[in-house]
């Protein structure tokens, strides 16, 4: 490097007009008028014109006439004010431009595959991941990351100064199969062992606690082998913390100061704490869901009562099998291509049909009012109720009503509602709605596997007060555990832990994991809650999916520097990819397709 | 809990005598006076005597009685003063005492393997790790940790004012087979390949400089399946960062910045900077050795001149098969069992022999100031010689000389210097003397492989003005590397590297690597250089190593929370470990034991 840069050109101010200095960067935009050639110059820090004028050294004028996009060089100049009318009141730099002096060009590129200076949404993601460094280094491609920098800085700073202290745990751990598929790595010097990638630190965790740290977090990777449905990667970043001598509401507190914390340095918004508090039976019973989004209204009401008393068959078929009526209000009327479109949705979300009635508050008549196939069923008192119930004061509005099993009537009217919302646009722009779901049962029962299953993971504490149910009536056991939702997305959770043996010992019996078996699983971390373990608990959150919803992105993908595809692959480096046969033999491993060769 | 704890014993001063308040913690001690009970009670933040007094609730004095050391407590009392005489001031909470009312037990303990309250280095590793819970809660236990917690705040606070980007790079990646051992992750979605862990994240550092971040930092977890003599772990941690259009000097600069704030903040030591830069060819020729230690002298000499002038075969026979003979001056006398040891060791590194020269400057005679069995062969003029080239002015010393080929001369003196100045004592306690050591080869010849081979690794820029010598003397070549070395200890190492496509080309092509290789291992990063790279370089070091010698540990398993044995066994989960042969097939593997059953 022949010239020094001496700027970044985000320190580029008119205070600096009459200087010489050199910046280095990417060309972005190249110009010519005449013999004068324009460069748009930037680096991480910002965008600079560069002028070449003719009166130059030649030789530099001519370096500068083979210069295309991308090329990176350093650029010595004098900086100027533009000529009036030449200002660009869209960039820092502006009012001002660097009249080039000398030229290093430190390399040349290629043409990009897509336009560095437009928005890159149209681009294919596979062309996009395959050449992610144009796409970071593209006009604002940097700066999710750099926002990822200022979130995990700020995160940091707050948790350094409430004592907590960042501690790491192993990446090649025990397989403990417990919730999703581990990653297994095999071992060269034990044949046939494998030590496995952590799916969370969840046990490391708890082991800090009972070694008396008290406060621990911790930014750090996770793996799951799951079937990559959905926004999932395969391996993604949490924030995990764990507090000594804390109940519920202490964890909980410590959180909504972080992530107020978080907002207001990284966006400068102030959040409203403490956050509601909704208990998982109040959540799935108004929302339909135990992750409602609270930005809009549209809440479930139970109507069982009414339609119990109305001649309408469908819903007391529901009733008298057990079920339920409910439904919600929407302030519009449907057309009945829409109403049609409405049914299928909740059909394939398993209804039998979607129950309507249409309402017009300056109706005169009866029929004016009330208007639906169904509403011959109700009488005038039953439809007053009805009124009522749904606070019905909007001028047009749609009541639509699922008849089923419980949780078929939450699940669908919980999904239509989501979908409602979108659809008639209810959902304000960058609003963040954060609340915590509480009061989760511990057990749920598992038809598969013929026995209570762990709602959350079997180290979570039951509730003091339900502990004597922990034997007779496992399913009616809540549990000390709490999860915080943004805007409809569980982004975290987190429960106070089991922190004595006997304890720990009657939720595995319950689980149907022998003693035999909890010993090889879990037998140091019980054996550490012999040693004086002290209550604890904590949370963890999925960062990637927080930064996505704090900037508004579609995918995790968008945050993630080097994401894999839907189908776990880096199209960047190509993995995962073949290896040479004596890594494989060095491992003890023949893979299936080697074997089959052998015995071809 | 029903007692809810008002203060962490740390933030507790005689400023709070008379309050009543409530601490949490683990009993260290137990001693009864009569009816009345002390504990020594310690939370992460320190420790306090508590009394049980005759006088109180006479269920709480039995419930206190019931304590025994590792139970889990809350105390609430009332503070006062200790009674005269009875105060430590060996700890911060040593004049005042907490008068108990209340006693929550928290949980109960087993008695702990091992005291609490003593120095544990007696007690075996094994048990220490099976236990590593109790060995951190115990006294002082959790100090390398809470050190290591300051360490990265300090490194991270340096790093982001100076407008670093801590940018996450993926643990699920490509096996490169350069360098170590791969640790490998089988693919369940794509049969007989892998994913690899990383080595580290050297090729997604230089991408993320093409993508125009300018500046990187990570402290990222890195991955070596090597054999694990000497002080390895499978998994280590390294502070990594890179950085766009720097020099070497820029890097080392920066480092060297870092350094300092790092030892201010955490030691309150200040270094002097700048370190000293030594040359591959100097550290080698005046050391031994590549990682020279500087913290006291015993420097090699070269008595080539003189050795080649005297009659002693040995030296001379060395010579003239193009060798060396070089000494160290050891500023004391040998007992002929001493020198016997030495000579041993010599020659377990490889050395035909040791010869040795007495040295006593008060010898009024000839003999009495020379002693050797090869003093005979130098004469006088040639000793006047010695004793200039070596300085000698102590009052007693002895010369050490190996004669052999350059390599084995080297590192041979280079051992035993080390292996002095341990013996005598010359290394000062608690001194950090770190040094640069630049202009590296570029390559290496390997009898291995019958070529050359990377000193560093493949991306590693050549010094501009040794670039015609690439492929004409690519022995000669001088690559832009820099290795930081703490006290003989290699603790970091970095380079400028390579941002020219052309140049990465030569550069596999002189180490054999063909473009269809080259492009299956490498493609995406040279592919990346041909848009737009800028010159860039960067660092990375090892913290688990650097930590443990700001620490004065012995090895780097004291500051890993969760460290693997030499045979790359966690003792406390007992990884690796055999899983379900679900597992195994589901990821297309049959381990080699398995396929033997089968067959047999």
Chains 1, 2 share one sequence.
Not at 148 to 156: E, P
Not at 302 to 321: G, P, T
Request: charged share 30%.
């Amino acid at each position: 490097m022949r010239l020094k840069r001496t700027h970044q050109i985000g320190e580029i101010t008119p205070k600096l007009i009459g200087e010489e200095l050199s910046v280095s960067g990417w060309i972005l935009r190249r110009r010519d008028h005449g013999g004068v050639i324009f460069l748009d110059l930037r680096d991480r820090t910002g965008l600079l014109q560069v002028v070449f004028e003719e009166g130059i050294d030649p030789e530099v004028h001519a370096l500068a006439d083979s210069l295309r996009i991308e090329y990176v060089i350093t650029v010595k100049g004098v900086l100027r004010r533009r000529p009036p009318g030449m200002e660009n009141p869209k960039i820092p730099t502006g009012e001002v431009e660097l009249v080039a002096k000398d030229l290093e060009i430190l390399n040349t590129s290629h043409t990009p595959p897509f336009p560095m200076d437009e928005d890159l949404s149209e681009v294919s993601e596979a062309i996009r991941l395959k050449y992610r460094y144009l796409e970071m280094r593209a006009l604002n491609g940097q700066e999710p990351f750099i926002f990822r920098h200022k979130v995990n800085q700020a995160l940091r700073e707050f948790l350094n100064a409430r004592g907590f202290l960042e501690l790491e745990t192993p990446y090649l751990t025990k397989s403990t199969p417990e919730g999703a598929r581990d990653y297994l790595v095999p071992s060269r010097l034990y044949p046939g062992k494998f030590y496995a990638l952590p799916q969370s630190p969840q046990l490391f965790k708890q082991i800090f606690m009972v070694a008396g740290f008290e406060r621990y977090y911790q930014i750090v990777r996770c793996f799951r082998d799951e079937d990559l449905r959905a926004d999932r990667q395969p391996e993604f970043t949490q924030l995990d913390l764990e507090m000594s001598f804390v109940t519920e509401e202490d964890v909980m507190q410590l959180v909504e100061e972080l992530i107020s914390h978080l907002f207001e340095k990284t966006m400068g918004i102030s959040l409203s704490v403490p956050f509601p508090r909704l208990s998982y039976q109040y959540a799935i019973s108004t929302y339909g869901t135990d992750r409602p989004d609270l930005r809009f209204g549209l809440e479930l009401k139970d109507v069982s009562e009414i339609a119990k008393a109305s001649q309408f068959q469908v819903f007391r078929s529901a009733l008298e099998k057990g079920g339920f009526v409910k439904g919600i209000k929407v302030p519009a009327h449907f057309t009945r291509k829409e109403i049609e479109e409405l049914t299928s949705f909740a059909q394939e979300l398993g209804a039998k049909g979607l129950a309507w009635i249409k309402y017009t508050k300056r109706g005169t008549t009866f029929e004016e009012k009330w208007s639906s196939p169904i509403v011959k069923f109700f009488d005038p008192t039953l439809l007053n109720k009805m009124e009522l119930l749904f606070e019905l004061e909007e001028e047009k509005a749609t009541l639509l009503f699922v008849a089923d099993t419980p949780s078929l009537t939450h699940s669908i009217l919980g999904e239509l509602r989501n979908h409602l919302a979108k659809k008639l646009s209810l959902i304000p722009e960058r609003e963040f709605k954060f609340t915590w779901v509480v009061d989760f049962p511990l057990f749920e029962y598992s038809e598969e596997e013929g026995r209570p299953v762990s709602v959350h993971h079997p180290f979570t504490h039951p509730k003091e007060e339900d502990l004597e149910l922990l034997e007779k009536d496992p399913l009616k056991v809540r549990s000390k555990a709490y999860d915080i939702v943004l805007n409809g997305i569980e982004i975290g959770g987190g429960s106070i832990r089991i922190h004595r043996r006997d304890l720990q010992q009657r939720i595995f019996k319950i689980l149907g994991i022998s003693e035999e078996e909890a010993e090889e699983k879990f037998g140091f971390l019980l054996q550490a809650l012999d040693f004086g373990a002290p209550p604890h608990g904590g949370l963890a959150f999925g960062l990637d999916r927080l930064i996505m919803l704090m900037l508004g992105k579609k995918s995790i993908r968008e945050v993630i520097p080097f994401p894999k595809t839907q189908r776990g692959q880096c199209l960047l480096t190509g993995a995962p990819s073949e290896v040479r046969i004596e890594q494989i033999l060095e491992l003890h491993l023949l893979p299936g397709w080697e074997k089959k060769k052998e015995g071809s």
